[in-house]
C-alpha cells in the first residue's frame, strides 16, 4: 500500500525567509507522481507543483522548488522568499498510473508566515 | 478560464436525511474524482469515473453512491446521513488522456445535524 508522511504537523517562517517542508512516501510502483498542495483558509485546493518520478530534474515554480530523492522516497518543498499569503496547510500528495487525480495525501502542514 | 463548478457550496441536513451533490467539470475533462475531507483532516479520495463509468474506488460508504452523466457533470447522494459525514467534500477533473493534473472544486460544506 502507498502511504504519505508528513513529520511536521505545524512550522513558521518569518516572511522573507526560506523554509522547507518534509514529506516521504512509500510505495513499490516505479512510475509515479508527487505533488504539493496548498490550502489556504478558504479550504481551496491549490497545486503548488508536481514532480515526475521519473525526472531526476527536480520541478521549480517561481518561489517554490522540490528536493526529489527518489531512492530516499523523499520529496520535500522549498518555499523561498515567503510572503504572508503563503500562510496555509500544505499537502504532499502521490498518485501513480495513469490518472493523476487519485491521489493519497499526507496528513498536512500548517505553515504561517509571520510578519 | 472556467473552473470546476461545485453546487451547493454549503449544505445543512438533518441526520437520515439524503443529500446530493453536484460537480460540473472543467469543459473537455473527461474523469471526474470526489474527495471527503473531515475537520482537520486531509483529503480521503471516494471514487472517479472516467466517461460515465466508474473507473476507481477508495473509501466510499455503502450509503454513499455516485455517477457520472453524458454531459460529464457528477452527482454523489449520501443517504442516511449520519454526524460523522459532516466534511468538506471536494470535486476533481482531469483528461483521463494526456500528462495533466487534476483541478480541484471550491468543495461543498456539508453539515449534518
Known amino acids: 500500500a502507498q502511504t504519505v508522511t508528513q513529520s511536521q504537523p505545524e512550522m513558521s517562517v518569518q516572511e522573507a525567509e526560506t523554509v522547507t517542508l518534509s514529506c516521504t512516501y512509500d510505495?513499490?510502483?516505479?512510475?509515479?507522481?508527487l505533488f504539493w498542495y496548498k490550502q489556504p483558509p478558504s479550504r481551496q485546493m491549490i497545486l503548488v507543483i508536481r514532480q515526475e518520478a521519473y525526472k531526476q530534474q527536480n520541478a521549480t515554480e517561481n518561489r517554490f522548488s522540490v528536493n526529489f530523492q527518489k531512492a530516499a522516497k523523499s520529496f520535500s518543498l522549498k518555499i523561498s522568499d515567503s510572503q504572508l499569503g503563503d500562510t496555509a496547510m500544505y499537502f504532499c500528495a502521490f498518485t501513480f498510473g495513469g490518472s493523476q487525480g487519485n491521489l493519497i495525501f499526507g496528513k498536512g502542514t500548517k505553515l504561517s508566515v509571520k510578519p | 478560464a472556467a473552473g470546476v463548478i461545485q453546487s451547493p457550496r454549503h449544505l445543512i441536513k438533518e441526520k437520515r436525511e439524503t443529500a446530493t451533490l453536484k460537480c460540473y467539470p472543467i469543459?473537455?475533462?473527461?474523469?471526474v474524482y470526489w474527495y471527503q475531507q473531515g475537520p482537520g483532516q486531509d483529503p480521503q479520495f471516494l471514487i472517479s469515473f472516467y466517461e460515465k463509468m466508474q473507473s476507481d474506488k477508495g473509501s466510499i460508504p455503502d450509503r454513499f453512491s455516485a455517477q457520472q452523466f453524458s454531459d460529464y457533470h457528477s452527482e454523489l447522494n449520501m443517504s442516511s446521513l449520519e454526524l460523522g459525514d459532516s466534511a468538506l467534500y471536494f470535486c476533481?477533473?482531469?483528461?483521463?488522456?494526456?500528462?495533466?493534473?487534476?483541478?480541484f472544486g471550491q468543495g461543498t460544506r456539508l453539515t449534518v445535524v
Open positions: 476533481a477533473s482531469s483528461l483521463e488522456s494526456g500528462d495533466t493534473e487534476a483541478f
Open positions: 469543459p473537455r475533462h473527461d474523469t
Open positions: 510505495t513499490s510502483e516505479n512510475n509515479y507522481y
